[in-house]
């Protein structure tokens, strides 16, 4: 299997529950992030890991909390979510940019997320 | 503050006209912007990309075009056809080959009519 893939591809969870998002990417990448797409809204980065560091944590609340236990296995684990955290969220994977300024990132399909 | 706008949430064109999606950005120091297009369901897959040095970039069909002066950013599809028909993303970043992070636009719906 190739890519980044993201289980599961949709998520229903009560605002007591707890889950997690899991992301895999096959592609050698040192870097892997998550991202979250609201409606109408820009694609929103939350965490960014570098060889499974966290560098990067741009606010998001303590509800979400990432995991990142080797260079090709990214969670998101979830719990007592909003309504208002109901999303698409998107895991991505990159080379180190300084060493492969290519393309960018790749992407996976998606976590659909709905908080009821 | 919205770093890359995308103005026009939606665009719907005639199949083999040319389409054009647009991109405002405010930060002067981005020097590397590309385009991604997802389809539903999907992830976001890379399309095009332009370097702050250019002005033009082509591959096929497509063509960026970037106009620092004005901070805006356009993509053209000639001719446009049905399978083109997604959510188009511009992104940014500063600093791109020391590792700088992507700043998306909200994107825009482009709708290819036969």
């Known amino acids: 299997e190739t890519g980044v893939t993201q289980t599961p591809r949709h998520l229903v969870m009560g605002m007591t529950n707890k889950k997690s998002l899991k992301c895999e990417q096959h592609l050698g990448h040192n870097a892997m992030y998550w991202y979250k797409q609201s409606a109408k809204k820009p694609l929103e980065l939350m965490f960014v890991?570098?060889?499974?560091?966290?560098?990067e944590n741009n606010s998001v609340p303590s509800r979400f909390s990432p995991e990142c236990p080797n260079s090709s296995h990214l969670f998101l684990h979830l719990h007592t979510l909003q309504p208002e955290d109901s999303a698409l969220y998107l895991c991505?994977?990159?080379?180190?940019?300084?060493?492969?300024?290519?393309?960018?990132?790749?992407f996976g399909s998606g976590t659909r997320l709905t908080v009821v | 503050d919205q770093q890359v706008k995308q103005n026009s949430p939606s665009l719907s064109v005639q199949e083999g006209r040319i389409s054009i999606l647009n991109c405002d950005y405010t930060n002067s120091m981005f020097d590397y912007f590309l385009w991604y297009k997802k389809y539903p369901a999907e992830g976001p897959t890379f399309l095009i990309s332009?370097?702050?040095?250019?002005d033009k970039n082509e591959d096929g069909r497509f063509t960026v075009f970037l106009n620092k002066s004005a901070k805006h950013l356009s993509l053209h599809i000639v001719p446009s056809q049905p399978g083109d028909s997604a959510v188009y993303f511009c992104a940014a970043s500063y600093n791109y080959n020391q590792g700088g992070k992507l700043i998306f636009g909200q994107g825009t719906e482009l709708s290819v009519k036969p």
């Open positions: 991505a994977s990159s080379q180190e940019l300084t060493k492969n300024p290519g393309p960018g990132y790749t």
């Open positions: 890991y570098s060889l499974e560091e966290r560098v």
């Open positions: 332009i370097s702050s040095i250019k």
